[in-house]
């Protein structure tokens, strides 16, 4: 089975400064994907970013970024250039990959980072 | 076409009464999950069809709990005999799961409240 750890129930950041946000995982498997997702508050999940585990460059999307170490188990979000809209609750998530065996390919999450972006 | 939509958007029940949450994925998606999130917590995993099967129920709490997908398109989410601790979201996924699109997409939402 696989875990997920968000370590971090609550953080803040001034507009338009960084921001990282932590995620720690546990699997036996070798393949798999790993996403963030942003729950903003009364609406729904939406995808963030993602990371195929074989994959070394880490993904980027526009002011969103991760820092994944595969070796470490660590998979962390950075968010540049800190926007009011970016205020929300962020769930890192596991899913092991396609074709590796058995098991269905259901999300694992954390439990949540809580994000206030303060003007 | 449109994304994934749940009905209703909020539900109240009187413990005892019997639920059912519906569920409408994307148009195409042969994956569907049903996902129930706790207050301030991360969502939990509930079962998981491929079409009208039912690959995977590992996750419903209780014998209580009941999903179907009779023709592999929408999906229905039944609670019996509702319990108080059975309040939460109800979350449902679908993807089409192949090649690179894996991606799960989410609907709103069924919030459950059990008095």
């Known amino acids: 089975a696989q875990t997920v750890t968000q370590s971090q129930p609550e953080m803040s950041v001034q507009e338009a400064e960084t921001v990282t946000l932590s995620c720690t995982y546990d699997?036996?498997?070798?393949?798999?994907?790993l996403f963030w997702y942003k729950q903003p508050p009364s609406r729904q999940m939406i995808l963030v970013i993602r990371q195929e585990a074989y994959k070394q460059q880490n993904a980027t999307e526009n002011r969103f970024s991760v820092n994944f170490q595969k070796a470490a188990k660590s998979f962390s979000l950075k968010i540049s250039d800190s926007q009011l809209g970016d205020t929300a609750m962020y769930f890192c998530a596991f899913m092991k990959a396609l074709y590796s065996g058995a098991g269905s390919y259901q999300l694992t999450f954390g439990k949540g980072t809580k994000l206030s972006v303060i003007p | 076409g449109a994304g994934v939509s749940q009905s209703p958007r909020y539900k109240v029940a009187k413990r005892g009464q019997d639920v059912a949450l519906r569920c409408d994925p994307i148009s195409g998606h042969v994956s569907l999950f049903w996902y129930q999130q706790a207050l301030g917590q991360g969502p939990e995993f509930l079962t998981y069809?491929?079409?009208?099967?039912?690959?995977?129920k590992s996750g419903l709490p209780s014998d209580r709990f009941f999903a179907e997908r009779p023709e592999g398109s929408v999906s229905t989410l039944k609670i019996q005999r509702t319990q108080q601790e059975d309040s939460a979201v109800y979350l449902c996924a679908s993807s089409f799961l192949a090649g690179r699109d894996y991606e799960q997409y989410f609907g709103p939402g069924t919030r459950l409240t059990v008095t």
């Open positions: 699997t036996s498997e070798n393949n798999y994907y």
């Open positions: 069809f491929q079409n009208e099967a039912q690959l995977d």
